[in-house]
């Protein structure tokens, strides 16, 4: 009842398998054996699958098919068949098959030598058999012409680096090389890496030349891989070990006839074997061909060698293969694992650059090689429907850790996106839409199979083309003391046939003893096997190369503060980020966010006229206790410590990637303060400090820099120059604090928040709302302008002080305050208010009044470096029936109302109360509490007195020119 029955011969020549068919397969056209080998592969593949594949053969296995030669000269043909391919020739096939034709005797046998010439799809082979009582003892071929395409061939591996490879015909392509260039030696119980580093290497020289026989263009790419130790003379000639790695990546068991060729053409092509001089070439198990170079001759323009190459073959058995008709595998299958292993180097790699050049997680690594990787197979198609699986542990983020919970977490979510021009573009994308999911998808996967919503919007989701599953590191295995062993699954046949499954395809991704295995799975009966498997192999490539000699490429996640396109990246990489002075590299850009309204307003102003910027501060730094020195390098130091610390001082100001926009502040990882020691003469220092110049602002440029001046009796004075825009009165305090804080080494942990923090909440701020309030309230203001006496022409910086002591204390005002139920701002503003009136002749009366810009909920902002710092608006109408108390009260109301609208810049409020030219104000009222500086033997500090400021004022942008200070002390 059999539908086809197969007569084979088995027979291995020096441990490799080379079956023989000799019946039950019938002749195919072709005029030439070349042509019958291109109609087997085309039309008649079947033969080999039943052969090669499962329950049948086995792919290590090769089968060589008995065919009537095309040439006359030939006393028979065979077509050769592997796993992957029909090789046109092979020397250990050739030493199978003859021993098959003459000892079964469909050629008759002579002794002691039979010759005869085989007919191959290389071309016509002559063969010398020596023989004995029927036996086939040893088998000689003459093969056909060996030639070098390339010598030294340089070739960039991923994870192994530059190696060279030499380029050879020897009736198969092959790439040969010295295997100490790869850190192994050739030895059987090692196969498994030399496999695997052999099909490396084969992929990557695939991927760096392309060799075409100059006779048969159909013969062409390199194939397989042959590992070579250093040539060793002996008495009777030259030998040498070799490891042959062929297709579908495993270890050639004998020396390889073709691979023995091609490696005397290599080494006569380096002068290292002559004609006539014998060779002997080992393999891993330590078995042996002979070879010879018999003569020379051109192949097109190459000089070639004409070979033999000797060895011997062993009957294993006499066998029928039969195919039921009914037999649900007519043509066999493969029980292999779809997948690969890259080793601890090159996954040590991919891990950490991944971090390096893409701040990406490796999760987001694999998903994008995956999905490049299959655009790169299957480009006739869209877009796959990829999904991640994750345990989900980190869905709830910092309000719940479940991390040491026991249950089932999991979460399976869509990503959603598009494909770049490389792998790393890819990936970069990728991880930006996996971030734009909500709390790593969690609220999808809940959705979809638990509400009804969910279920209707995402029923079509079901089931899923790609899931992608990266289950991380095993470390707990790893661990020399570990009691659990992670032990390699078994294969289980499936026990519910009729069991749905998730996904078409499901990838699974894990880190073991410190190489990343992927395992693919996919129905065994799915089309576009061959495809499938290019594209596993393609995958593999990616990862192998993505991190390789690359330069980093930002993301839109790495700046989630900005609103920009992978355009915008391209062009703040290559304009943008070089214009910074200093150390500008991607991988130095920590983060980068736009500048708030105000430090826009600043900037703006900076720009038209420095003079109004230009702050500085000078201060003698007196030590914790009399008799002591103040340590200038110490002092520098700190500053450095300090500069490390808060963001704002590690920020430079940028042209802007929006046209909105004038700058965007860039914050750099590394950044070294400026700090400047001044040449100290008879002045005072003091003096040498105030004829310093001060820091031109310029976009890339630092914003900051401390001078230090150390007298001749010791004592030390500073100058601290800083813009503006990073820093107001309140930083001003902060900064000098933690940097005695620092000298002293008591600056411990990390700062709770940033200036970043701050932008961020200003983003989520309703801008337009705010400003709609203050021109609400400001509808119907007049100017109000206190008449100033000009002392000289220009802006000058020099802060002029006038004061005024109360003849009250401040005790008895604040019992005042208390008992009216206002504070003791809002009682000095109203005095303030009262004197515009009268100076300015008018009932109706505004001010300025500035407000710390702290009142935000952000942990730990009154210890942030950064201009907070706002001016509001109080405008008031006297009338015959004002009072002090309400004036008072309406000061404070207004003052409560205004606070939620605090960050509307003042720029925008007079834009759009269409002033013009006309100032609304020119005072404004600023109420500081004041702190003398306490030092105790329990923990004493060096401190900081000011001598002398240069300051622009608070509200300089503003263009205000007179301001009234309240301290509190």
Request: glycine share 6%; net charge negative; charged share 20%.
């Amino acid at each position: 009842h059999a539908k086809r029955t197969i007569n084979v011969v088995g027979v291995h020549a020096a441990g490799e398998v080379g079956d023989v068919i000799v019946g039950g397969v019938l002749d195919v056209p072709g005029k030439t054996m070349f042509d019958k080998m291109m109609y087997f592969w085309k039309n008649a593949d079947d033969i080999r699958q039943i052969m090669l594949n499962e329950p049948r053969g086995r792919p290590s296995k090769n089968a060589n098919l008995i065919l009537p030669p095309c040439d006359p000269r030939a006393d028979a043909g065979f077509i050769i068949m592997e796993s992957e391919e029909y090789p046109p020739m092979s020397g250990s096939n050739t030493i199978c098959t003859t021993t098959v034709l003459l000892e079964t005797g469909m050629v008759k046998m002579q002794e002691p030598i039979t010759t005869l010439n085989l007919d191959t799809a290389a071309g016509l082979v002559t063969v010398s058999a020596e023989c004995e009582s029927g036996k086939c003892k040893t088998v000689a071929f003459d093969n056909v012409p060996a030639f070098v395409f390339h010598l030294d061939l340089e070739v960039d591996v991923p994870g192994i680096g530059k190696v060279l490879c030499d380029i050879v015909w020897g009736g198969m392509m092959y790439a040969i090389l010295d295997i100490s260039q790869v850190g192994l030696t050739i030895d059987s119980s090692d196969g498994e890496r030399i496999v695997e580093y052999g099909e490396r290497v084969k992929r990557a020289v695939q991927r760096t030349v392309h060799p075409i026989h100059p006779e048969n263009p159909g013969i062409n790419g390199v194939t397989n891989l042959v590992f070579t130790e250093p040539l060793q003379s002996e008495t009777s000639g030259k030998s040498a070990r070799n490891a042959t790695v062929v297709s579908p990546g495993r270890l050639d068991r004998s020396p390889c006839g073709t691979g023995t060729c091609a490696r005397m053409a290599q080494l006569y092509a380096r002068d290292e074997l002559l004609v006539g001089e014998s060779f002997r070439h080992i393999s891993p198990i330590d078995i042996e061909f002979m070879g010879t170079i018999r003569g020379t001759t051109k192949v097109g323009e190459y000089n070639a060698i004409l070979p033999t190459v000797k060895g011997s073959a062993w009957i294993t058995s006499y066998q029928q293969v039969v195919l039921d008709p009914s037999d649900p595998f007519p043509e066999g299958f493969r029980i292999q694992q779809q997948g690969f292993t890259l080793d601890e180097a090159m996954t040590e790699c991919l891990l950490t650059r991944s971090q390096d050049l893409l701040r990406s997680e490796p999760i987001e690594v694999m998903l994008g090689a995956a999905l490049h990787a299959f655009v790169r197979v299957f480009p006739d198609r869209g877009l796959p429907a990829m999904f991640n699986e994750s345990h989900g542990r980190d869905a709830l983020g910092d309000r719940c850790d479940i991390s040491q919970t026991v249950g089932w977490f999991t979460t399976m979510a869509p990503v959603a996106s598009s494909v770049g021009n490389s792998v790393l573009d890819t990936v970069r994308r990728v991880k930006d839409a996996r971030h734009q999911l909500l709390r790593g998808g969690w609220p999808y996967f809940a959705s979809r199979y638990l509400t009804p919503e969910g279920q209707a919007s995402f029923g079509g989701h079901f089931p899923m083309e790609i899931i992608l599953n990266y289950l991380g590191r095993y470390h707990i295995f790893e661990q020399g003391d570990a009691l659990f062993a992670r032990l390699p699954a078994p294969d289980l046949p499936c026990l519910y046939p009729d069991l749905k499954r998730f996904s078409l395809f499901e990838i699974l991704v894990t880190v073991d003893i410190g190489q990343l295995e992927v395992k693919f799975l996919y129905p065994r009966d799915i089309k576009h096997q061959s495809r499938i498997e290019e594209w596993i192999q393609q995958y593999r490539i990616l990862l192998e190369e993505a991190f390789t000699g690359t330069e980093p490429l930002l993301s839109l996640n790495d700046f989630p503060l900005l609103s920009m396109g992978y355009k915008d990246l391209d062009r703040l990489a290559k304009e943008i980020l070089p214009t910074i002075r200093g150390p500008a590299t991607l991988t130095n850009l920590e983060e980068l966010y736009p500048c708030t309204p105000i430090q826009s307003g600043l900037l703006v102003s900076q720009a038209r006229n420095p003079a109004y910027y230009e702050y500085a501060t000078i201060a003698e730094v007196y030590p914790p206790a009399a008799g002591q020195l103040v340590d200038a390098k110490r002092l520098a130091r700190a500053w450095q410590e300090l500069v490390r610390r808060h963001s704002i001082l590690r920020t430079v100001f940028v042209e802007s990637i929006s046209p909105d926009r004038l700058y965007d502040q860039a914050v750099l990882r590394d950044w070294n303060g400026e700090v400047m020691y001044p040449q100290v003469d008879s002045r005072d220092p003091t003096a040498i400090l105030e004829d310093l110049p001060g820091i031109e602002f310029a976009p890339g440029h630092s914003l900051h820099r401390l001078a230090i001046c150390v007298a001749e009796n010791g004592a030390v004075f500073v100058r601290l120059d800083m813009n503006h825009a990073i820093s107001d009165g309140a930083s001003t305090s902060i900064l000098f604090r933690d940097l005695a804080l620092a000298y002293h080494g008591k600056l411990v942990g990390s700062p709770l928040s940033q200036y970043r923090d701050f932008v961020s909440f200003l983003l989520q701020d309703d801008k337009q709302k705010h400003l709609a309030y203050w021109v609400d309230r400001l509808s119907g203001a007049e100017p109000c302008l206190l008449p100033l006496s000009v002392h000289s022409e220009g802006p000058s910086n020099e802060i002029e002080f006038t004061r005024v002591s109360l003849p009250q204390p401040v005790s008895q005002l604040r019992t005042f305050c208390i008992r009216n139920g206002v504070t003791l701002s809002t009682l000095l503003q109203a005095a303030w208010a009262m004197v515009l009136r009268i100076y300015c002749d008018s009932d109706r009366v505004c001010f300025g009044y500035l407000v710390s810009g702290r009142d935000v909920p952000i942990d730990g902002v009154e210890n942030v470096i950064g201009h907070f710092l706002n001016i509001l608006v109080c405008q008031l109408a006297f009338d015959l029936h004002s009072s002090p108390d309400t004036t008072m009260h309406s000061i404070q109301n207004q003052f409560v109302e205004g606070l939620p609208h605090q960050f509307c810049p003042l720029a925008d409020i007079l834009h759009k109360l269409n002033l013009g030219d006309q100032r609304l104000f020119n005072t404004a009222f600023s109420f500081q509490r004041s702190s003398t500086s306490s030092r105790t033997d329990r923990d004493p500090l060096i401190t900081f007195r000011r001598q002398r400021a240069r300051d622009p004022t608070e509200v300089s942008h503003a263009h205000i020119p007179m301001m009234v200070f309240s301290n509190a002390i």
